[in-house]
């Protein structure tokens, strides 16, 4: 674990995490779901890092900026092949669930903020049986990267300040919305698609207990 230690003064009373790669394994769904849609409308067959290099805006978003109008059909057929293939991905990071649920019976509270759309972001939910976890979730946009947007949201729905709450996501984007929210950035480097790294700005874990430690050590509960 790497980052500076968090003042005193400051307890973490909220954690909000993202989705993909953080707390599911799930990107790699992601990815093969965008380039069946793209193929399906007479698109090129993109490679992993052509799929990462639209990555900001939700799934509609990316696929307007791959295949301009054709995007309604590709849509269609991105969100059957994500829920068709889910069943490999249902499963959350081991030690997710559990720090989850030991966060809100210390009255922490827990919430979602993902990039993802608001159609694939329930299927995951519902399929990962996360949603009874969650006090708060919130989607992206069509329109490019907003979670700086959702955490904010989220913490003043919760009515906490922003050195109560904390972050949890495994890229540097996720960090730099952080920044821009001003709550704790948690970065998750846990999962093989993890491209957070250490940076004196915030902290960076590489193992689901090792977060479970330094939250332990700074929640208020």
């Not at 995490?17 to 990815?31: E, M, N, S, W, Y």
């Not at 965008?34 to 490679?47: I, M």
Request: negative net charge.
């Amino acid at each position: 674990m790497t980052g500076l230690g968090t003042p005193h003064h400051a307890r973490i009373r909220g954690v909000v995490f993202d989705f993909d790669g953080t707390v599911a394994d799930t990107l790699r769904l992601v990815i093969s779901g965008f380039q069946e849609a793209v193929v399906s409308v007479g698109g090129p067959r993109l490679s992993n890092a052509d799929v990462y290099a639209f990555f900001g805006p939700t799934e509609a978003g990316m696929l307007r900026r791959a295949v301009g109008d054709l995007w309604p059909e590709a849509y269609r057929v991105y969100l059957e092949a994500y829920e068709r293939d889910h069943g490999a991905y249902d499963q959350l990071f081991d030690g997710v669930v559990d720090l989850m649920t030991s966060l809100r019976s210390r009255g922490i509270r827990i919430g979602l903020v993902t990039g993802k759309g608001r159609d694939s972001a329930e299927i995951s939910v519902r399929r990962t049986g996360l949603g009874p976890l969650l006090e708060a979730f919130e989607t992206g946009s069509d329109d490019g990267l907003a979670k700086a947007h959702g955490i904010t949201r989220v913490r003043e729905a919760w009515g906490l300040a922003s050195t109560e709450v904390a972050y949890v996501g495994d890229t540097p984007d996720d960090m730099k919305s952080c920044l821009e929210a001003g709550v704790t950035g948690l970065g998750a480097a846990w999962a093989k698609t993890a491209s957070v790294v250490a940076d004196p700005r915030w902290h960076c874990f590489g193992s689901v207990a090792d977060l479970a430690t330094w939250l332990d050590a700074h929640i208020d509960g």
